[in-house]
């Protein structure tokens, strides 16, 4: 079956412009993270989408940083007035729900974001 | 907070040598634990995982056990291969979460 997908996979921008990010999940799961990825470092969480809800955004680096999911399926990063440190591979991840039990998460291949 | 150790490498290897990525965390209560993988080029993926103490997870030849004494899970192959060369990933889940804290990451490379 289908994986993760997540489009742009490449994304190049203007400082100060917004951008978005597409992810759509596998059929089926009702949980969906995303992640950043500089050069050289880890991962780095960002927001956990249950269903279309978010019970932890506390990985958003900043207030010009939204992400929504609609009809438990795609979900959207926002970036907007892009800087850039905000350069980075954001990577989308989905998984079954865990309840309480802890589900492998599979990602998709990632939008490498690059603002000049 | 929940965190993830790992030697942040670049680990270099001849093939077949034997390989040890350290991994050691911080958590409460029992949570999951994982490998994830990212070749060259590719998105990251599930290695292997335990999911209670003194699991050994296994995969491809890669091993890791739940050590609840130690606060590890340390991945280990025999004998590596070229193929092997990739980013490994260390990560854990809290009891009852879904949120998955990675580590920084090993950087592998294996040469001929």
């Known amino acids: 079956g289908a994986g993760v997908s997540q489009s742009p996979s490449n994304k190049v921008t203007e400082k100060g412009k917004d951008v978005e990010l597409r992810c759509d999940p596998i059929?089926?799961?009702?949980?969906l993270y995303w992640y950043r990825q500089s050069l050289g470092q880890g991962l780095e969480f960002l927001i956990y989408?249950?269903?279309?809800?978010?019970?932890?955004k506390s990985g958003l680096p900043s207030d010009r940083f939204s992400a929504e999911r609609t009809g438990g399926s795609v979900s959207t990063l926002t970036i907007q007035r892009t800087q850039q440190e905000d350069s980075a591979v954001y990577l989308c991840?989905?998984?079954?729900?865990?309840?309480?039990?802890?589900?492998?998460?599979?990602f998709g291949p990632g939008t490498r974001l690059t603002v000049t | 907070g929940d965190s993830v150790t790992q030697m942040e490498g670049p680990v270099t290897l001849s093939e077949e040598a034997f390989l040890t990525i350290n991994c050691t965390y911080t958590?409460?209560?029992?949570?999951?634990l994982f490998w994830y993988v990212q070749y060259p080029g590719e998105g990251l993926q599930l290695l292997l995982k335990?999911?209670?103490?003194?699991d050994k997870g296994s995969n491809k030849g890669f091993e890791a056990t739940y050590r609840k004494e130690t606060t590890s899970f340390h991945l280990e192959k025999g004998s590596v291969q070229v193929s092997d060369s990739a980013v490994y990933f260390c990560?854990?889940?809290?009891?009852?979460?879904?949120?998955?804290?990675f580590g920084p990451g090993t950087s592998l490379s294996v040469i001929p």
């Open positions: 991840a989905s998984s079954q729900f865990s309840g309480g039990q802890s589900y492998e998460q599979y």
């Open positions: 335990a999911t209670k103490a003194d």
């Open positions: 958590a409460t209560g029992y949570p999951s």
């Open positions: 990560a854990l889940s809290p009891p009852g979460g879904d949120k998955v804290i």
């Open positions: 059929s089926g799961h009702t949980a």
């Open positions: 989408f249950q269903g279309n809800s978010a019970p932890d």
